[in-house]
């Protein structure tokens, strides 16, 4: 005989279990936890390496680089003045709580207020996978056009805040920032969003300056 | 290839209730993924076939209810279904809709076959 069984459960439960027991052990060590995500290409190491300048002295930053093959990333973290761990997904297009538990293994927490999580450049999946961090940021760029938020939507209404990276280029580009915007809008209301330019540090006081408010805070925004 | 962690999720939910069940075997899992999922279907479906193979959920008919991207207007309450290019309102013109439907992503329900029934459709 055939019966039905309701389920009614989310596909990532098993993930998110795991990025709830990671959250619990940053909360334990007061570290507030971000997830960096972005397109290849995007600046997120060079975002890394910016505010890990601004906040030298502050805060005690770790980061997780996500890679699928190489610790250039993580070497560019380090000697910007983080405690940095590889992750080598070896081709897996997204970091998930399973590989960030691993690396929390290898992080001194008790000497850290902030860890900046960088995820393997992607704009499809990383979103889906908590990871157990505060907040998910996205690094978006301008060259990539202002169309991302339509092409993209999934990405762009799962995150908490938004750092638009290469305004310097705006003068050379077709960039529409107000349709740009129209689109955040629509899919993530309210978001906070800082325009910088990691090449000329234009803007990315006021996203430090905020980021180091909420590691001090160690709470989420909004 | 981020479907085969999905496909994982999905088939730890469906094995973990068959389970709790008492079921033999699964003969159909029913999801419910919206727009917002990024999911391939195919690749699901590929994945599952693999993945099953020798588990009590081995030739489950997987059974997709997709729930498209649906906005509503927050000037003249109009729904619709944005068209790729633009999200703002079809009827009005306006900018600032709201998602809706499309954030859907889960096993809606199984169904399992007792332990003593005869071999079950496909």
Redesign the interface.
């Known amino acids: 005989m055939t019966t039905r069984v309701p389920v009614v459960e989310k596909i990532t439960k098993a993930n998110d279990q795991i990025a709830g027991i990671n959250q619990d052990l940053l909360d334990r060590h007061g570290i507030f936890g971000l997830n960096l995500l972005a397109s290849p290409g995007a600046g997120k190491t060079s975002l890394i390496e910016r505010t890990l300048a601004l906040l030298k002295g502050q805060l005690r930053v770790g980061v997780i680089e996500g890679d699928l093959a190489t610790s250039i990333d993580a070497e560019r973290a380090a000697a910007a003045g983080a405690v940095a761990v590889q992750i080598n997904t070896g081709g897996g297009c997204h970091l998930d709580a399973v590989m960030v538990s691993s690396a929390l293994a290898e992080l001194p927490l008790a000497e850290l207020d902030l860890l900046i999580v960088e995820n393997v450049g992607n704009l499809i999946c990383p979103a889906s996978f908590a990871l157990g961090t505060h907040l998910n940021v996205l690094v978006a760029t301008t060259p990539e056009g202002d169309d991302k938020p339509y092409k993209y939507p999934s990405m762009y209404s799962r995150v908490g805040a938004l750092v638009v990276n290469k305004v310097d280029l705006l003068p050379h580009l077709d960039f529409d920032m107000d349709r740009f915007r129209r689109g955040v809008e629509t899919l993530n209301p309210g978001v906070v969003t800082f325009p910088v330019s990691c090449r000329t540090g234009q803007g990315v006081d006021a996203w430090v300056a905020w980021i180091g408010a909420m590691a001090r805070e160690k709470r989420p925004p909004r | 290839?981020?479907e085969l962690?999905?496909t994982q999720?999905?088939l730890?939910?469906?094995l973990d209730?068959?389970d709790r069940?008492g079921?033999a075997r699964v003969?159909a899992v029913r999801?419910v993924i919206g727009?917002?999922?990024?999911v391939v279907e195919d690749s699901v479906r590929f994945c599952w076939d693999l993945i099953t193979e020798g588990t009590p959920a081995q030739g489950a008919v997987l059974d997709f209810r997709r729930v498209p991207?649906r906005?509503a207007c927050q000037e003249c309450q109009t729904l619709f279904a944005?068209d790729?290019?633009?999200?703002?309102c079809p009827a009005c013109g306006a900018?600032?809709?709201?998602?809706v439907e499309?954030?859907e992503?889960?096993?809606?329900?199984?169904?399992?076959?007792?332990p003593d029934?005869e071999e079950?459709p496909a």
């Open positions: 290839m981020h962690p999905i999720g999905i730890e939910l469906v209730h068959a069940a079921a003969s999801l727009g917002l999922s990024g991207l906005l944005p790729g290019v633009s999200f703002d900018g600032g809709a709201r998602v499309g954030r992503f889960r096993v809606e329900s199984i169904d399992v076959e007792d029934a079950g």
